[in-house]
């Protein structure tokens, strides 16, 4: 436990190719960052996310979980001001809404523990999103958005708010603008009806976080839970949806889907095993 608490501070970045780009384009450079369930103190962390601008991304995505105290969101927008000029997309998760709890095990034990849990308290999202669309980052929750890149090319986003909170519906998205280079789908948590609705959109890679590459995974097994109704064997990584993809020749008309393993956890359960907190470097390529 000491180890696994540890791990918690060994932010890594993972690095990942995914053929999806129309034939002839160069590279593009995305930066996934997921569930940082920041709390002020955590410097370490804080200096990790600075960092980050190092990598010189064409494009960032934040799939939400961002926050895990109501001081929160002036430190996260400054340790993230060197990637605020970097075009950028996000989608919030049930942690940037409410403060983490403790959890109270006596709840099942005792008949009128529940009663004495304490209320959800709120976090000051709204400022968080102010603080990224003012810097023109597109909100994508239940939304769609486009972007054109300095070198022209032209990508199309479509979001939904988190489906952990039961809060998604594309309905409200309206219909897409056709003809972009790219369609990138975006969500917190991977649920099933998110995935296929969002393959249904027809994008060409999904973008997800909420699992935590399910925190603590046993070495030749992986993870034990993902949180939401993804098989645990897609906690984290490159995969295709519904179908395998980059490890076999299978699900060649698969959607690709990534999914962080993000880089944080609830202060309740600082804990993390064989399970690297970590942002993702995702170089798009030519198919
Ligand atoms: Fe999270």
Redo the contacts with the bound molecule.
């Keep these: 436990m000491a180890y696994a608490h540890v791990e918690t501070k060994l932010f890594t970045v993972r690095h990942v190719t995914v053929p999806v780009l129309p034939t002839g384009q160069d590279p593009l450079r995305v930066l996934h960052v ?2 940082l ?1 920041l709390v002020p103190r955590q410097q370490r962390k804080l200096d990790w996310i600075r960092s980050l601008a190092d990598l010189r991304p064409d494009l960032v995505v934040d799939t ?2 961002n926050l895990a105290h109501v001081g929160a969101v002036d430190p996260l927008l400054d340790a993230l001001t060197p990637l605020l000029d970097t075009p950028g997309v996000f989608v919030l ?3 940037d809404y409410w403060a983490p709890r403790p959890k109270n095990p006596a709840r099942y034990l005792l008949p009128d523990a529940r009663q004495h849990q304490p209320e959800p308290i709120p976090l000051p999202w709204d400022r968080l999103v102010a603080g990224f669309t003012a810097a023109g980052w597109k909100d994508l929750d239940n939304h769609r958005a486009d972007l054109t890149l300095p070198d022209g090319r032209t990508l199309s986003f479509v979001g939904t708010d988190d489906a952990h909170l039961d809060q998604d519906d594309l309905t409200l998205a309206g219909t897409a603008t056709p003809g972009a280079d790219l369609h990138l789908g975006v969500t ?1 948590a991977p649920y099933l009806r998110v995935l296929n609705a969002l393959r249904a959109d027809a994008v060409d890679l999904i973008l997800a ?2 699992t ?1 590459g399910g925190q603590l995974r046993l070495p030749g097994y992986g993870a034990l839970v993902t949180n939401c109704d993804l098989d645990r064997r897609r906690a984290s990584g490159l995969h295709g949806w519904p179908g395998a993809r980059p490890d076999s020749f299978r699900g060649a008309d698969s959607t690709w889907l990534h999914v962080s393993a ?1 880089a ?3 202060p309740y359960a600082p804990v993390r095993f064989a399970c690297r907190p970590e942002a993702t470097l995702l170089t798009l390529t030519a198919r």
């Design positions: 997921s569930d369930h939400g979980d998760g049930s942690n917190h976080g909420h935590h993000g944080g956890t609830s």
